[in-house]
Nanobody, 116 residues
């Protein structure tokens, strides 16, 4: 079955950096677009970034553009999100996701807290 496991979250000061990872299994990772989404406390899900199968088509939400970098290693079935210049408003649970027209899968999420 599809499994997505995020890791790399933690507590970081404003202006700091973190790199999140997402290990995929149970499906052919290299055949799917992959996504990062987040959910801040008391708010709904927010799409953060997307990457195509080859990693040469990438999209970012305006709120993270220029600060976050999505990437993938298909040989390792792993998705990454490098986050820099972190702000308090980036505090959220971050999820990686695999979606198609008729299904969606999410991991358990990893908490990112930006605070001094």
């Amino acid at each position: 079955q599809v499994r997505l496991v995020e890791s790399g979250g933690g507590l970081v000061q404003p202006g700091g950096s973190l790199t999140l990872s997402c290990a995929g299994s149970g499906f052919t990772f290299s055949r799917y677009w992959m996504y990062w989404v987040r959910q801040a406390p008391g708010k709904g899900l927010e799409w953060v970034s997307a990457i195509n199968t080859d990693g040469d088509k990438i999209h970012y939400a305006d709120s993270v553009k220029g600060r976050f970098t999505i990437s993938r290693d298909n040989a390792k079935n792993t998705l990454y999100l490098q986050m820099s210049s972190l702000k308090s408003e980036d505090t959220a649970v971050y999820y990686c996701a695999k979606t198609t027209a008729d299904s969606a899968y999410w991991g358990q999420g990893t908490q990112v807290t930006v605070s001094s």
